[in-house]
């Protein structure tokens, strides 16, 4: 794909680089006149100045402004009365020009101070028309009845009706915009015969992101006459910055001609913009529309400004009211998850007790929790193969943050099939080593946008941005999107992050602590076990011995009974001493160093095989040995796992014929599993967690010799080895025994 930018993008950045903070001219319903806040003398004069002043606008230049004006009215006094923050024009007075000048009706003065120079505005003073005479009762009466709306639309539909009244323009809508700049009419009051927008969308390059910008900063804006011929200001550039005048906060200061031509189109010839920022965001506008030019005066700009004002603080505590409670609601869903992954041995198995908890957490339709061995899915998800693929794709991302997406298709290409399942995904890791995370889905909501227009834009022949032409209702099926993450839900999932890995952590030390101890214990168990079974094995074999001797030279002037008490004697010798050479040998396991080398189990098979040959003699025995790899393990340690296996194969098959003892392997990604199958007794799998424990016997001595110690014996050889150990059976039906090894084992 190309990186080159298209002709329509260029010419959208190019009108984005419009710079409409300094246009070099003012619209013509006023004058404009730049002095030097020292002195008072004139720097900069609008070239339509010579309406008023009978001059040449170049011959005010240099002149001190008392000059200009009639006796009485005290500049540098007025100017007291300016705020010393104030940076938007402040009305400070009313002025009438020097007898002689054309114009002899009082002009309002509107004045601030910016770019190092003092900017004085006058407009004449107009008859308000269809407005009322005193806006304080209004703006009173207003303002006492916001606070009971009940909605932001509510009270949208309150301030463009109270707006249309003070200006009378023909149109007022208001609307809100997205994240994406795009503008969603959710307001609006107009006179018969104009287009209605009401619930229509425009596009967010309507309003490049330096006009956004300065409706944040200066929040309105009046266009009188959409034909009007802008008056330039000369000089060109202010004398103290050699650049044009920055005319950010003018309230006469010119407009763009391609908002101009925008307005022509819509069929509006006079308008005014109310910006609401919220939060110091541009959050929509008020946006004032007519047919035909129309005035509005001081007083009522004033007005219209404060109740924007007003709006704007409204909607910011109804946003806020909304952000508590949905944060509240998200905190007591968060204390509810962490509780349950305290009160359980897994964040897993704690995520799993409380399914609907973790699905309203993010208002989403699916989830995953994935752990090393594990994907746990809750609700509607993708298969377990898909969300795999999405944590492999995610763990090769730099970022340890939030990932979000409400485009499934477009954010993530390289997993085209994800986006038949779902359309909307949110991840997050929990774990700094391993690849742990928490994944939420939710599926497509395909919708109509109403757009005020299609928002496709043209470029004219010079490479220029024309304004949109049809303002005609147009709709647009958008399809692949879900609902969008909310900002509160993101950053909510960070904090649960940091609290999943607070307790994984706290579970990290609390099994340290308990490691130790059982390593201590373990040791001193090794201990005691191995020098009990080492002084236990003389006395037993003098049993043993003695028992024999006496058998032999006593045995005829024996009865019957005493000959029977005593084979009693010789049987609970040899058991007690092959017990006690169990458990010495049990007890070396764990403090004898593991000698690692190339294992061949198919000649390890039949060395034991032929060692077993006579236990099993006489016996109908079909072996199955399948062709099993070399793996690298301790030759002793395994063979004396793989001996216990078959020895337990041969006894607890005994009564089948034929006895089928099965031997075979399967090779995994990172290790080596190895089973022995066989058609014996079986067990019950109720059980299966008794199998490798100490002395853990699932059938009667009497039908099955043994010491119970022999599959401990596996367990512990192999978790030395870092492999796992695990059993299936079923009763009458046979048994499996698997262990497996690692590939490269970390064991030295």
């Known amino acids: 794909m190309s990186n080159t930018p298209t002709s329509l993008e260029q010419a959208i950045e190019q009108c984005a680089q419009e710079p409409i903070q300094v246009p070099g001219s003012i619209q013509p319903h006023g004058f404009l006149l730049v002095l030097d806040d020292s002195d008072l003398c004139i720097l900069q004069a609008s070239e339509n100045a010579s309406h008023w002043f009978g001059l040449n606008a170049l011959e005010l230049l240099g002149q001190p402004f008392a000059e200009l004006v009639a006796d009485g009215f005290d500049l540098r006094g007025q100017l007291s009365n300016l705020p010393a923050d104030e940076i938007f024009p402040f009305h400070i007075g009313d002025v009438r020009l020097r007898h002689g000048a054309p114009c002899q009706d009082p002009l309002r003065v509107l004045a601030h101070r910016h770019d190092q120079v003092l900017i004085l505005e006058f407009e004449p003073r107009r008859a308000r028309g269809t407005g009322p005479d005193d806006y304080y009762?209004?703006?009173?009466?207003?303002?006492?009845?916001?606070?009971?709306?009940?909605?932001?639309?509510?009270?949208?539909?309150?301030?463009?009706?109270?707006?249309?009244?003070?200006?009378?323009?023909?149109?007022?809508?208001?609307?809100?915009?997205?994240?994406?700049?795009?503008?969603?009419?959710?307001?609006?009051?107009?006179?018969?015969?104009?287009?209605?927008?009401?619930?229509?969308?425009?596009?967010?390059s309507d309003i490049p992101r330096q006009a956004r910008e300065l409706y944040r900063v200066n929040r309105i804006r009046l266009i009188e006459d959409a034909d009007y011929q802008p008056s330039s200001l000369l000089p060109a550039n202010n004398p103290r910055t050699g650049k044009p005048l920055d005319m950010t906060f003018a309230s006469l200061r010119s407009v763009s001609p391609v908002h101009l031509q925008y307005m022509r189109n819509m069929g509006t010839l006079?308008?005014?913009?109310?910006?609401?920022?919220?939060?110091?965001?541009?959050?929509?506008?008020?946006?004032?529309?007519?047919?035909?030019?129309?005035?509005?005066?001081?007083?009522?700009?004033?007005?219209?400004?404060?109740?924007?004002?007003?709006?704007?603080?409204?909607?910011?505590?109804?946003?806020?009211?909304?952000?508590?409670h949905r944060l509240l609601a998200l905190r007591q869903r968060i204390v509810r998850m962490l509780a349950a992954m305290a009160d359980h041995d897994s964040v897993s198995e704690g995520l799993l007790s409380l399914p609907e908890v973790m699905l309203q957490f993010a208002d989403a339709s699916g989830a995953a929790i994935i752990s090393a061995e594990r994907c746990d899915l809750i609700g509607s998800t993708p298969p377990p193969a898909q969300v795999n693929a999405l944590v492999h794709w995610l763990s090769q991302r730099d970022d340890e943050g939030v990932f979000h997406s409400d485009n499934v298709r477009r954010d993530i290409e390289l997993l085209p099939e994800l986006a038949e399942h779902v359309a909307g995904v949110m991840a997050v890791a929990i774990s700094q080593l391993h690849s742990h995370y928490l994944v939420w889905f939710r599926p497509e909501q395909a919708h109509t946008v109403n757009w005020a227009g299609r928002p496709d834009k043209q470029v004219g022949p010079q490479g220029a941005l024309n304004p949109r032409h049809s303002f005609e209702r147009w709709q647009e099926e958008v399809r692949d999107y879900s609902a969008a993450w909310d900002p509160l839900v993101i950053d909510s999932v960070l904090e649960l992050r940091g609290a999943v890995l607070g307790i994984v952590l706290r579970k990290a030390e609390e099994l340290a602590q308990l490691a130790g101890e059982l390593k201590r214990s373990n040791k001193e168990l090794e201990a005691f076990s191995y020098s009990v079974s080492h002084d236990l094995r003389a006395p037993l074999r003098h049993i043993a011995g003695y028992s024999e001797l006496l058998g032999e030279s006593e045995g005829a002037h024996l009865s019957e009974r005493g000959r029977r008490f005593l084979g009693h004697i010789e049987d609970?010798?040899?058991?007690?001493?092959?017990?006690?050479?169990?458990?010495?040998?049990?007890?070396?396991?764990?403090?004898?160093?593991?000698?690692?080398?190339?294992?061949?189990?198919?000649?390890l098979i039949d060395t034991i095989r032929n060692e077993m040959a006579p236990d099993y003699a006489g016996r109908h025995i079909d072996w199955q040995v399948a062709a099993l790899p070399k793996v690298i393990a301790d030759p002793?340690?395994?063979?004396?796992?793989?001996?216990?296996?078959?020895?337990?194969?041969?006894?607890?098959?005994?009564?089948?014929?034929?006895?089928?003892?099965?031997?075979?392997s399967v090779r995994h990604h990172h290790e080596t599993e190895v089973y022995v199958r066989d058609n014996g007794v079986g067990f019950d799998m109720a059980y299966v967690d008794k199998l490798f424990g100490v002395f853990q016997r699932l059938h009667r001595m009497e039908e099955f010799e043994g010491t119970g110690i022999g599959l401990a014996s596996v367990r512990r050889i192999i978790e030395r080895h870092d492999g796992?150990?695990?059993?299936?059976?079923?009763?009458?039906?046979?048994?499996?025994?698997?262990?497996?090894?690692?590939?490269?084992?970390?064991i030295v």
């Open 137 to 204: 009762p209004l703006v009173r009466a207003f303002v006492s009845t916001l606070h009971q709306a009940t909605s932001i639309d509510e009270l949208l539909l309150q301030s463009v009706r109270q707006i249309k009244r003070f200006t009378g323009f023909g149109r007022v809508k208001a609307y809100r915009f997205d994240p994406q700049g795009v503008g969603t009419v959710l307001a609006e009051d107009a006179d018969p015969g104009y287009p209605r927008y009401l619930g229509q969308c425009f596009p967010a």
């Open 270 to 324: 006079a308008s005014m913009s109310l910006s609401i920022v919220v939060d110091d965001k541009l959050w929509g506008l008020v946006s004032c529309h007519h047919a035909h030019p129309r005035a509005v005066d001081f007083q009522t700009r004033t007005a219209c400004e404060l109740l924007a004002n007003v709006l704007s603080l409204q909607i910011e505590a109804h946003e806020k009211h909304a952000t508590t």
């Open 572 to 603: 609970a010798a040899q058991f007690a001493g092959t017990l006690v050479d169990n458990l010495l040998n049990f007890s070396q396991m764990g403090r004898s160093a593991l000698r690692l080398a190339d294992v061949d189990l198919n000649t």
């Open 636 to 664: 002793a340690f395994i063979n004396m796992v793989l001996h216990n296996l078959l020895a337990n194969a041969l006894k607890y098959s005994r009564g089948r014929d034929p006895a089928r003892i099965e031997i075979g």
């Open 724 to 746: 796992r150990v695990w059993a299936k059976g079923q009763l009458d039906q046979g048994a499996s025994f698997h262990f497996t090894l690692p590939h490269q084992p970390t």
